[in-house]
């Protein structure tokens, strides 16, 4: 089951690897020039981020070993991988972040000049005066312009008696009504457009806030919205990268050690009691004498000597 765990906390470790490398490679191939430039600045990047990973295992193994000199020399390569990697990763975090929250707010800027558009045009229709359709105005113009009336004061040019001054008056009042009918018509069709763009600027979000997330955090906090933004662009890449620079570590790090192997000290002391338990039988004195060569030899070689090889000596010599 243990196995099982560290696998599973070792995939995400690389999860975290990947996406710390991906970032990092973005970020600083933007940087190039030239095509060849972005791929130098991305290997580097990503060798930078492998390096990042795996230096806290070597570390723990130099210390439980006291190669004090190389793990000092390792965790100050350590801590300069980390914050080149940490600011590459503010800078991807930032640049996505603000091109998001950067898109957002020219829909809602849009949004708002078409509602600012659409009450301008309410308010000129409501200044117009109401008139007839624009096709009745049409048709009694032309009855106007039938008029004898019309023709002796030369198209109302040249109206000098009261009858001419009467029926001009009236012909000029029917051509105003029919150049504020035409205008209704002109902003009723403006009017429709606009609503019809308020309505598109809504269902795409343009009435919500730009970064619904950054105005929670800074009615919490009390920072504002730009210092919000900020600190969850830091966040999420000071997250992203302890993940890559200690995920590994921390998938295999908590296992327990395996068991080590008795030390050859013990040796003698297991030789003499499986000798002991061996059935008794008579012995030549050749036999005992090279038995007692072989314990003493046994005995010499052994780091520490029991009390009962020390009386299995004295008993060969008698």
Known sequence: MRYILALCAALAALT????S???????????GKSPLESQIFGAVSVAVDVLKSLLPIFITGALVAKKRSYAAVAAVVFCLFFAFS???AIGFAAHNRGAVTGGKEVIALRYQAAVRDVAEVEGKLKALPKSRPQAVIVEALRALE??????TSKGCTEATAQ???????????????????????RLDGRLVLLKTEVARLQDVGAAE???????????????????????????????????AAFGLYLAWGWMPHAPQTPRTANTPRRMFEAAASRPERDITNDETLASAADTTSVIADAEVIDPPLRRLRIAASR
Request: aromatic fraction near 10%; include cysteine; glycine fraction near 6%.
């Open 16 to 19: 975290f690897m990947g996406a």
């Open 21 to 31: 490398a991906a970032m990092n490679w973005v970020f600083l191939a933007s940087l």
């Open 86 to 88: 940490l600011i590459s």
């Open 146 to 151: 039938q008029d004898k009336k019309f023709a």
């Open 163 to 185: 009858d001419s001054r009467s029926y001009c008056d009236g012909y000029f009042t029917t051509k105003a009504e029919l150049a504020a009918a035409t205008e209704v018509l």
């Open 209 to 243: 806030e730009s970064d619904v997330q950054a105005t929670l955090l800074s009615r919490i906090t009390g920072l504002d919205v730009s210092g919000a933004q900020m600190a969850l662009v830091i966040f999420v890449a000071v997250l992203v990268e302890i993940g």
